[in-house]
């Protein structure tokens, strides 16, 4: 513990110069763009500022690639409450709370209950994978494939409690997302599925369309459908911002999240998106107010940033200690490290260790950034909600298609967003919800591909043989049938 926090402060000393907090400052201002930008996941984000780095040394390579992942998680958040457009798929959890808080006139709550959650999250995540990270890993490393499709089915069964009385509309939406998820290659035996002949669809439905039609483009429908053109009227709260009072009570939901989130993202492959919906679940089952969720909760919305921060440092529990990516941006950040001849593993904690130090340091110190810009930059962008609606959807519209273009540069991505915006306004009409589509397409490939794996390797019995898989799914058959059987009884007794 003493050489770990001697050399930690030796670290601080080290990035206390011009350059390296100029290069901190930068990579969270590009990440919150990056983020916020409906198209660019922090993947994308960070791959893009890779060449730039080809001149620096290797630990401001690492600060400033890192800087743009840890902020490019929270600015999904702030389109996600402003318009409803989540930047990142995670971010789509705190659409949920957010714009609901935005419609009611009261964004700069939400904002301001996302951007301290988020740094909060991140410092805790940080403090994890710099006294546990290397324990951790050996933990994470032994999950068999039963396991992993025991988590992904767990994240599947959330659906239940999220959508309250109407379960079955939401578990005929996942069932709708997992049937699309099928669409492209065979992940085990390679041959196409319901392409049709379209070459696009050989890697299946892209995620980011999916997201942009359904959110975003749906929303942009449904105003034009009932002619709601008024720009957006604040209340007395809408230039108010959380107090200290309003921060303190959201405490244990805060921490929970985090430790949540920073445990699913050391699973490799589970991600944020994963992170986000179980810990905006558990914190809906253990709050005092269930009912406020979905409709505005303060809570819900720091459940779901919290989660989603803490899964960056979890995510680099995994690649630093064992050199496995446990995200596509850790898998873009390995590519950076071999770059500058670095090789992430064990050994790198004794061969660099003022590299590895010197990352955790930024990590800490990019959070805090993060907090001061996101604290000073919400004051304008909760100003996005008094534009006149006619010019803003038009703006979002654009924003959409560029963004849908800008995935693969195809405009067929364009069209798929189009599509996906139709459905989720005609889903939205019908008073199905939208976000466990976008729940079964992140989970499908993970729950199918794990399925088979395990089948392949221990047969068919493997999922109850495994203790740990035994466990998860029974957690999971419970999560989806206690809330399904209370949503009934109540039905019935109202009746």
């Known amino acids: 513990m003493d050489a770990i926090l001697s050399q930690l402060l030796s670290a601080f000393g080290g990035l206390m110069g011009w350059q390296p907090l100029l290069v901190i400052v930068i990579g969270v201002t590009l990440g919150i763009i990056v983020g916020a930008m409906p198209g660019l996941s922090p993947s994308m984000g960070v791959a893009l500022l890779v060449p730039f780095t080809y001149n620096m040394s290797p630990t401001l390579a690492l600060v400033l690639l890192v800087s743009i992942y840890i902020a490019a998680c929270y600015g999904g958040s702030i389109t996600a409450i402003t318009i409803n457009a989540p930047g990142t798929a ?3 959890v705190t659409s949920f709370d957010g714009y609901p808080l935005t419609r009611q006139g009261k964004p700069g709550m939400a904002l301001g209950v996302s951007v301290v959650a988020s ?13 546990f990270s290397v324990p951790l890993a050996a933990v994470a490393v032994k999950f068999h494939p039963a396991e992993y499709f025991a988590l992904a089915l767990f994240g599947l069964a959330t659906v239940a409690s999220l959508a309250g009385r109407e379960w079955l509309k939401a578990f005929l939406a996942a069932c709708l997302g997992l049937a699309l998820n099928t669409v492209g290659t065979d992940p085990i035996s390679g041959a196409d599925r319901f392409t049709f002949g379209f070459v ?17 483009l749906s929303e942009v429908f449904t105003a034009i459908e009932k002619r709601d053109f008024l720009p957006q009227k604040l209340d007395s709260l809408g230039q108010a911002w959380p107090r200290i009072r309003d921060y303190w009570q959201l405490k244990w939901t805060m921490l929970l999240s985090s430790l949540g989130g920073t445990v699913v993202g050391i699973f490799p492959g589970a991600g944020a998106t994963i992170a986000s919906f179980l810990c905006y679940d558990f914190a809906k089952r253990t709050s005092k107010h269930p009912e406020e969720f979905g409709k505005g909760s303060l809570q819900g919305v720091a459940a779901s940033e919290s ?9 680099l529990v995994p690649l630093l200690t064992m050199g496995i990516p446990g995200s596509a941006t850790t898998a873009v950040l390995i590519g950076a490290m071999m770059i500058h001849k670095l090789t992430p593993g064990p050994q790198l904690f004794y061969d660099k260790p003022h590299i590895i130090y010197g ?9 805090i950034v993060m907090l001061v810009i996101g604290l000073l930059g919400s004051r304008l962008w909760v100003q996005v909600t008094a534009v006149p609606k006619q010019p803003l959807y038009v703006l979002i519209t654009l924003m959409c298609v560029l963004g849908c273009y800008s995935v693969r540069n195809s405009m067929f991505d364009v069209f798929c967003g189009l599509l ?6 005609v889903m939205k009409r019908y008073k199905f919800p939208v976000a466990p589509v976008i729940l079964g397409l992140v989970l ?12 392949m390797m221990d047969g068919e019995w493997v999922f109850l043989t495994r203790p740990l898989s035994a466990i998860l799914l029974a957690v999971a058959a419970l999560s989806f ?12 007794s109202e009746n």
């Open 481 to 492: 049938l206690i809330p399904m059987v209370a949503n009934m009884r109540s039905k019935s």
């Open 444 to 455: 499908g490939s993970i729950a199918e591909t794990n399925f088979r794996r395990a089948i």
């Open 90 to 92: 995670a971010a789509m």
């Open 119 to 131: 740094a909060v999250a991140g410092v805790i995540s940080a403090l994890i994978l710099i006294f």
């Open 420 to 425: 996906f915006g139709l459905l989720g306004w």
């Open 307 to 315: 989660a989603n921060s803490a899964s960056v440092g979890g995510a």
């Open 200 to 216: 696009e669809l050989s890697d299946g439905f892209n995620l980011i369309p999916a997201l942009i039609g359904l959110f975003a």
């Open 359 to 367: 990352l955790f340091a930024a990590i800490l110190l990019a959070n």
